[in-house]
Structure formats: C-alpha cells, structure tokens
C-alpha cells in the first residue's frame, strides 16, 4: 500500500474506510516518513443527531489527538472541512435515518482533510454504505 504523504486527501479516506482491526497498521503505513498529524473518531446516531454533533466531534477530536491546536486558522479548517464532509453524506438521507461514521481527520501543516465512512439505513433493509470528504487549506 502506497499513498504519497502528501496526497492527504487519499490518506483520510484509506483510514477512514479500513476495518477497525487494521487501522493502526494503516495508519503506521500511510503516515511513514511524514509528519502527518491524524485522529481517528466515531460518529453514530439519527440523522438530526448526527448533523448536529457532527462538527463539534471533529474539532474535539482534532484538538485531544493534537491533529491541530487552538490557532483559529487550523479549528476554521476543520470546521470547514467537516461540513464538506457532512453534506456528501447527509443530503438524500431519508427521514430520521441512522447513520454510524468512522472519520479520519488529517493535516499535513498546509491542508487539513476529514473523510467519513460509514452506514445509514431507515430500515435494515435499506442499509446502505455512505462517504463524505472535505479538504480545506489551514
């Protein structure tokens, strides 16, 4: 698996799409011989849930995980990137769906990438993959 460090982007979406029991070893792999600074976090809930919290979670995670600091630029970038993100998955969902996220925030010192991953389904019929990405400049 070979994903230049500096495609950031490829970076978030190949973590946030790996199997919880492969991420660390993605991860250690996508970021060797970087300076990539990723976080990891889970997003689940209904739909209204989901859209409210989405954000808030993301620049939670980006500050704990020390992806970003509190410089207004770089919280700005994953505020931005994140609602980029959330609306590649949310905008045909039907009613009170549920949705469960796996979501990989990832800067590089320029540019901060979020990809979200993940399922929602109205019924368990209808359960279904979604992917949402945004890419903002810090």
């Known amino acids: 698996m070979t994903t230049p460090s500096n495609r950031i982007g490829k970076v978030a979406m190949m973590i946030a799409m790996s199997a919880d029991a492969d991420e660390k070893q993605v991860i250690e792999t996508l970021s060797r011989g970087s300076s990539l600074r990723i ?3 889970y997003v689940s809930g209904a739909l209204s849930y989901v ?5 808030k979670t ?16 770089q919280v700005h970038a994953v505020i931005h990137a994140g609602l980029e993100a959330i609306h590649g998955i949310t905008p045909l969902v039907a009613g009170e769906s549920q949705l469960k996220l796996k979501v990989a925030i990832v800067n590089d010192g320029t540019w901060l990438a979020i990809a979200a991953y993940g399922e929602s389904a109205f019924h368990p019929a209808t359960n279904h993959e979604r992917f949402g990405f945004g890419i903002m400049h810090i």
Do not use: E, R, W, Y
């Open 51 to 55: 859209q409210k919290n989405f954000v």
């Open 58 to 73: 993301l620049v939670g995670s980006a500050l704990h995980g020390n992806v970003v600091t509190k410089d207004t630029g």
């Open 39 to 41: 976080a990891v976090t």
